[in-house]
């Protein structure tokens, strides 16, 4: 891995283009001088703004990669890039045409749904995808929860919890992990993709330029499957909160409802 100087950056930035391979390449360089993430961040906003129209939404691809396979190690890049996304967000949304704004929310929510943001920041950028109109917030009478509102189910079947678990479970169904076509396309993918060995039988640019497309195809391929494996997890975690709150609330019930049961038997004995 190269050492990490910014005129070392700002030459890779120049250089990156809107390919997976591309993005994922140089992710993993910057996640590996993480320590720099305050330099690496300055730089990254300087060189999107002078980036060429057709190259900025690929500096938010590369952010969004940054920040999400970096949490693992540490919350420099999720902290760092925080004061600058709204500008950014701004700055690309302001030069792109529909089709790209689409690819932007995409982006949005992506982190949305994973909470990579706090929710202030998050209306922030949707304020931004929504051409500066403030999201619409609910008055305070329209929300404010009456105790009588939600009162204690009676059964399994009548909790809020039931409609979400079995939302999740249906959903599950079709999960990353169970798809067979995915994953047969991954195990057929051409030898000359997964053995570096073969990279011998290139013998004209042409053969090598086949080549090249065939690696970016496959890297798409991988890191979509990936990114769904990924949420695939986030949500049977999630799935796991709920079941454990489930079943926490339906033991709570049950002995609040074995307490009733007792209580006629008792005055009977008393009297």
Request: with cysteine.
């Amino acid at each position: 891995m190269s050492a990490f100087s910014e005129v070392a950056l700002e030459k890779k930035l120049s250089e990156l283009s809107n390919s997976q391979q591309s993005v994922q390449t140089l992710s993993l360089w910057l996640i590996h001088h993480r320590k720099h993430s305050k330099t690496i961040v300055t730089v990254w906003i300087q060189e999107l703004k002078k980036a060429k129209v057709s190259r900025k939404l690929t500096f938010l691809y590369l952010a969004n990669d940054v920040i999400q396979n970096s949490k693992r190690k540490g919350p420099e890049f999720t902290k760092d890039f925080a004061p600058v996304i709204v500008d950014a967000f701004k700055h690309v949304a302001s030069a792109s045409d529909e089709g790209s704004k689409k690819h932007l929310e995409r982006v949005f929510s992506i982190w949305q749904e994973r909470a990579v943001y706090e929710n202030d920041l998050l209306d922030q950028l949707k304020e931004v995808l929504q051409g500066g109109k403030k999201p619409k917030k609910r008055p305070y009478e329209e929300i404010k929860v009456k105790e009588d509102d939600y009162p204690c189910p009676s059964s399994p079947a009548d909790s809020p919890q039931t409609v979400e678990i079995i939302k999740a479970l249906q959903e599950l169904e079709n999960a990353a992990s169970g798809d067979a076509a995915v994953r047969k396309r991954i195990s057929s993918l051409p030898l000359e993709v997964q053995d570096a060995s073969l990279l011998d039988r290139i013998t004209d640019k042409e053969s090598g330029e086949r080549l090249s497309r065939m690696v970016d195809d496959a890297c798409l391929l991988l890191a979509d499957y990936n990114g769904r494996l990924a949420a695939e997890i986030d949500d049977r975690k999630q799935l796991t909160r709920t079941l454990t709150d489930f079943l926490r609330t339906q033991k709570e019930i049950l002995t609040e409802k074995e307490q009733k049961l007792e209580q006629p038997s008792s005055q009977s004995t008393t009297s």
